[in-house]
Nanobody
């Protein structure tokens, strides 16, 4: 099995930056893709960014241009750097691992709150 742990959430200020980390343990060789999602209160969960082992990334439309997802030298530790924070970025941020053969594992989430 695979376990994910997110870290780096907290309070940020509008216009500032935050960096989130996600690390995995267990059968990490099964992981084919890592992604960040977020869910604001009363809204559906949405994709923020995704990355594959080669380092190729893709981004959700609402954050494109303000976030950068990267990977550690050691896969599948990944990072999400968010810049030019907006109060609308306030949400719980979740790390998700896609597994070979199908299936996904979710982290427990980390709260990001942006004050204006």
């Amino acid at each position: 099995q695979v376990q994910l742990v997110e870290s780096g959430g907290g309070l940020g200020q509008a216009g500032g930056s935050l960096r989130l980390s996600c690390s995995a343990s267990g059968r990490t060789s099964w992981i084919t893709k890592m992604a960040w999602y977020r869910q604001a209160a009363g809204k559906e969960r949405e994709l923020v960014a995704a990355i594959i082992p080669s380092g190729h990334t893709s981004y959700g439309g609402s954050v494109q241009g303000r976030v950068n997802m990267s990977r550690n030298k050691v896969w599948p530790t990944v990072y999400l750097e968010m810049n030019s924070l907006e109060p609308e970025d306030t949400a719980v941020y979740y790390c998700r691992a896609s597994l070979a053969g199908g299936g996904d594992i979710w982290g427990q989430g980390t709260q990001v709150t942006v004050s204006s």
